[in-house]
């Protein structure tokens, strides 16, 4: 399948299988919430795993080359001769990214969202990390989070060429 021509459309191009290597964690998770359902415990995927596994996706469907933890807000590169900076957020929930206000920021942002118990992800942002970030104030502290809503709509006024390509 491949990405509408209608300008910003998400597509079933923009969903994905999330790599088969996480499904025993995934199992393993749901057998914790069958055991345990009478509790309410949700066992949720969040915070480092998530942000890890959205790195590996971004890897695999976009052929970023990810970075050794060398800096802040850049997770790896773009391929082609530019190198462009890549930074990539991922969330279990239906919350927004967080960001800390950086004086370096990368040139792109990929934002997924992971629907664990669907086995499926989608990508919500694909574009400059600037057209991300347009709504934010000009400085503060500690973190702040980017809705998701806006990320769809700005998401969705980009251009094709404005995206990185996705390659799987």
């Not at 191009?13 to 949700?42: T, V």
């Not at 118990?117 to 970030?133: C, S, T």
């Not at 503060?140 to 998701?148: C, E, I, K």
Request: charged letters at 30%.
């Amino acid at each position: 399948m491949e990405r509408g021509n209608k300008r910003g459309s998400l597509t079933l191009m923009d969903e994905f299988e999330l790599p088969r290597e996480i499904q025993p964690l995934l199992a393993a998770r749901d057998k914790l919430r069958g055991r345990y359902a009478s509790s309410g415990l949700r066992f949720t995927l969040d915070g480092n795993l998530v942000g890890d596994i959205g790195e590996a996706v971004a890897a695999e469907l976009f052929d970023i080359m990810l970075t050794h933890r060398c800096g802040q807000a850049i997770d790896g590169f773009a391929p082609g001769p530019e190198r462009k900076s890549v930074q990539v957020k991922a969330s279990g929930t239906f919350r927004g990214p967080a960001f800390r206000k950086l004086e370096t920021g990368a040139d792109y942002l990929l934002f997924f969202h992971f629907d664990f118990d669907r086995r499926v992800g989608k990508v919500i942002f694909n574009g400059p990390e600037r057209v991300a970030l347009a709504k934010m104030p000009s400085s503060w502290t500690g973190q702040r989070m980017v809705p998701v809503g806006y990320l769809r709509q700005a998401n969705a006024e980009l251009q094709d060429s404005d995206r990185l390509p996705r390659i799987r």
